[in-house]
């Protein structure tokens, strides 16, 4: 491992540690959405990742608008429909829903789509926000702002997790090319890993698959090195 990749996967892990175990484990799902959920965020964003950790505690599969800082692809929507410039951005197309607020965010995909408990590390606002700021300071320049890029004609599809360090990284590189992405999430206890399994042969995230070149892989330094061959212009 040459010291690049070391340095990053260390942090990648300590932001990790700032939040352990929060959307590494299923809670119970009661219902599936039927048509996929979509979020408007950026990865470094803290409150952003307080949404992403419901969804990956729910093992909820949103397609993912990427809004880094500078981009241009998807934040303008965010404006004309919701009215200001604010991150994370939740639409559910299956009851006409949209909101900006995490804590609501939260609490809204765990009425809808839960037992209606929203897990402590979520519930606990003062305490969800600050470790959540605490871990994007390990990864202050990673996921925030805007690479150009090509735009792929269709989705790409990222298996991930929100607490491995490794599939942060698969994200963030997601989110600088502005590449928008159907995210599988499939954290520990989740109904949906023997699916995923089948598909992949292991299990083993970040598992990115791209309809667009046939590519499919599995480790992290790999996956950023290819979205950027492919798709930064």
Not at 29 to 35: C, Q, S, W
Not at 187 to 202: A, E, H, I, N, Q
Request: charged share 25%.
């Amino acid at each position: 491992m040459n010291l690049r990749r070391f340095l990053d996967v260390t942090t990648a892990t300590a932001a990790s540690a700032a939040r352990p175990n929060f959307g590494n484990v299923h809670y119970e799902r009661v219902k599936t959405p039927a048509r996929p959920l979509e979020l408007y965020e950026f990865e470094v964003c803290p409150y952003c990742r307080i949404a992403r950790e419901a969804l990956s505690a729910l093992s909820l599969d949103p397609i993912v608008y990427p809004c880094p800082k500078g981009g241009t692809r998807f934040r303008e929507k965010v404006k004309a429909e919701g009215g200001r410039y604010q991150f994370p951005y939740l639409v559910d197309p299956n009851t006409g829903v949209a909101m900006y607020e995490s804590a609501e965010i939260a609490q809204y995909l765990f009425r809808e789509y839960g037992t209606g408990q929203v897990p402590w590390f979520l519930r606990q606002r003062a305490f969800a926000v600050s470790t959540s700021m605490l871990a994007s300071g390990f990864r202050p320049g990673r996921g925030r702002h805007v690479v150009p890029s090509r735009n792929p004609a269709e989705l790409l599809e990222l298996y991930s997790y929100e607490g491995s360090p490794f599939c942060r990284i698969a994200r963030e590189a997601l989110c600088e090319l502005e590449l928008p992405h159907h995210l599988h999430n499939v954290p520990r206890k989740s109904p949906d890993r023997s699916g995923f399994v089948s598909l992949s042969g292991k299990m083993q995230v970040p598992y990115l698959i791209d309809p667009n070149t046939g590519a499919r892989m599995f480790e992290s330094g790999e996956i950023r090195q290819y979205l950027y061959d492919t798709y930064a212009v």
